[in-house]
């Protein structure tokens, strides 16, 4: 299936869970911060940046978490594989063309992009940007999807 985006979001849902989908829209160099080392990763404008909440949750943070890393370029965290505070994590992003998701991985323990932290009822649903679109392949049955208006908030100084 293929959604236009250019400034949306698309959110896929299970019964508990849910996938929050933005493309971008800008060119950057994403920072991958690891206990070990840093690197680096180009951004181009059509890659995707995908929230997965696998507990659930507000759809409201997951958006401020994509605005967080396209926006702002805020560096994602990878954790060690026995970290305590990996099981913690509410909410995992992955910025890459394409993403697959999985339920058979840990959450923020591996550096690689292409591949994201899914719930159960969400695994194996491949993402792939292009030319302002989303194409998602072998969505589950169940899954609803949905766009969303652009997530937009201002901060109020007094």
């Known amino acids: 299936m293929k959604w236009s985006l250019k400034d949306d979001l698309l959110i896929l849902e299970g019964n508990n869970s849910f996938l929050l989908t933005g493309r971008a829209e800008n060119s950057f160099l994403l920072y991958i911060e690891t206990f070990q080392d840093e690197t680096s990763q180009s951004v181009q404008e059509d ?3 995908v929230v997965s909440c696998p507990e659930g949750g507000g759809i409201e943070p997951a958006a401020m ?4 890393v396209r926006r702002y370029h805020t560096p994602l965290v990878v954790l060690p594989k026995n970290h305590p505070g990996s099981s913690r994590l509410k ?4 910025v890459s063309r394409e993403i697959l998701t999985s339920c058979s991985i840990r959450r923020r323990t591996h550096p690689e992009q292409h591949l994201l932290c899914s719930s159960e009822e969400l695994t194996g649903i491949h993402l792939k940007g292009e030319a302002g ?3 998602a ?10 766009s969303l208006p652009p ?3 201002q901060l109020h100084y007094k």
């Open 47 to 49: 890659d995707l940046v």
């Open 65 to 68: 978490l994509l605005e967080l």
């Open 91 to 94: 909410m995992v992003v992955a």
């Open 133 to 135: 679109n989303v194409i």
């Open 137 to 146: 392949d072998n969505i589950p049955k169940g899954v609803s999807i949905r």
């Open 151 to 153: 997530f937009h908030w």
